[in-house]
T-cell receptor, first 112, second 113 residues
Framework: SQQGEEDPQALSIQEGENATMNCSYK?????LQWYRQNSGRGLVHLIL?????REKHSGRLRVTLDTSKKSSSLLITASRAADTASYFC????????????FGKGTRLSVIA | DGGITQSPKYLFRKEGQNVTLSCEQN?????MYWYRQDPGQGLRLIYY???????QKGDIAEGYSVSREKKESFPLTVTSAQKNPTAFYLC????????????FGPGTRLTVT
């Protein structure tokens, strides 16, 4: 069963612009993670934010978490053509010894 | 060079044949996972194992089987009972059961005709 829903499904921007992707989920979580997937490759972990955190930064990435709205956003600043990829959110559900649950992803295209 | 490997990268089989996908990790991770990804879709969990000699079904286990005889290895067999086996298969591993990240292999693209 899919827990996270990313929005939008696809996003196309110019190089240098900021890209914002959103993720909504249904149940209480321990943490929420964002992953990146280049076409035809495996996923790469980007950032993890715990349920008691509201914002986290890593390089050009900024993640926010609003547990009252059960939503998260991933902001990529000053995007580059190399940021073109699919981005997935994944949630670790609270109180369950089950693996991460992934959303369907946002496909980002950065045009040079 | 630590990591998780999957082989082969591309695999072609005739309908009705079983096929086994390899997944090996040298990260000393306890947990391993198999996912299926269809075009433009997210990941769906097939099976996972949190310890050697034990594994659990995921959301779409029907038509698949796994074994976990060694910590490093978690092979997936796609049986002839799987009605629509053509897909991209991803293996992952992780350490710990809280606030962990998953490490993914490069994937195997299986085509069944």
């Amino acid at each position: 069963s899919q827990q996270g829903e990313e929005d939008p499904q696809a996003l196309s921007i110019q190089e240098g612009e900021n890209a914002t992707m959103n993720c909504s989920y249904k149940t209480s979580i321990n943490n929420l993670q964002w992953y990146r997937q280049n076409s035809g490759r495996g996923l790469v972990h980007l950032i993890l934010i715990r349920s008691n955190e509201r914002e986290k930064h890593s390089g050009r990435l900024r993640v926010t978490l609003d547990t009252s709205k059960k939503s998260s956003s991933l902001l990529i600043t000053a995007s580059r053509a190399a940021d073109t990829a699919s981005y997935f959110c994944a949630t670790e559900r609270r109180g369950e010894a089950t693996p991460l649950v992934f959303g369907k992803g946002t496909r980002l295209s950065v045009i040079a | 060079d630590g990591g998780i490997t999957q082989s082969p990268k591309y695999l072609f089989r005739k309908e009705g044949q079983n096929v086994t996908l390899s997944c090996e990790q040298n990260l000393n991770h306890d947990a391993m996972y198999w996912y299926r990804q269809d075009p433009g879709q997210g990941l769906r969990l097939i099976y996972y194992s949190q310890i050697v000699n034990d594994f659990q079904k995921g959301d779409i286990a029907e038509g698949y089987s796994v074994s976990r005889e060694k910590k490093e290895s978690f092979p997936l067999t796609v049986t002839s009972a799987q009605k629509n086996p053509t897909a991209f298969y991803l293996c992952a591993s992780s350490n710990g059961d809280r606030d962990y990240e998953q490490y993914f292999g490069p994937g195997t693209r299986l085509t069944v005709t």
